[in-house]
């Protein structure tokens, strides 16, 4: 019983995120929050592998394109699965954020709140997509 058939719920209640996430992940990924910079548990990865959405387990960077941006926050110069400037067959999806009183661009994926973009990455994208750890699960290549 989950309470008014009228209610229309794409994705899992506010109360089950919170039983399936801790609560900095919830913050972050539920509520558009941002680790404090320098914090992550992935800012200096460098393991071959792919990380995965904490919340919906789709694959969303290859450490391939993860590189050290400097500014404190995981960094990657594309999504997994980008073809040229397509993101069609990645796992995120961009979205205007005005929340600060400035234009950003907010990534998410079908479910959380991920990081945001910025031009300001290397080349030959120009990318920087900053990633907060907290909302992504890591998972080294096999060999
Ligand atoms: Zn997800």
């Known amino acids: 019983n989950t309470g008014s058939l009228t209610k229309c719920e ?10 399936k996430l801790t609560p900095e992940q919830f913050y972050v990924t539920r509520e558009k929050g941002t680790e404090l910079p320098f914090s992550g548990i992935y800012l200096n990865t460098k393991e071959a ?7 919906c387990d789709s694959p969303l960077f290859s450490s391939e394109k993860k590189y050290c ?20 067959n990645t796992g ?23 990081g945001h973009v910025f031009p300001d990455g ?12 907290v909302a992504l699960k890591f998972k080294p290549s096999k060999h």
């Open 10 to 19: 794409p994705s899992l209640a506010k109360s089950d995120w919170q039983r």
């Open 49 to 55: 592998g792919m990380y995965h959405c904490v919340c």
């Open 92 to 114: 995120i999806l961009r979205r205007l954020d005005t929340s600060l009183g400035l234009a950003r661009t907010e990534v998410v994926c079908k479910q959380a709140h991920l």
């Open 69 to 88: 941006s400097g500014t404190g926050w995981p960094s990657f110069s594309e999504a997994h699965g980008t073809s040229g400037s397509d993101e069609s």
């Open 122 to 133: 290397p080349g030959p994208t120009g990318q920087r997509f900053c990633i907060n750890s």
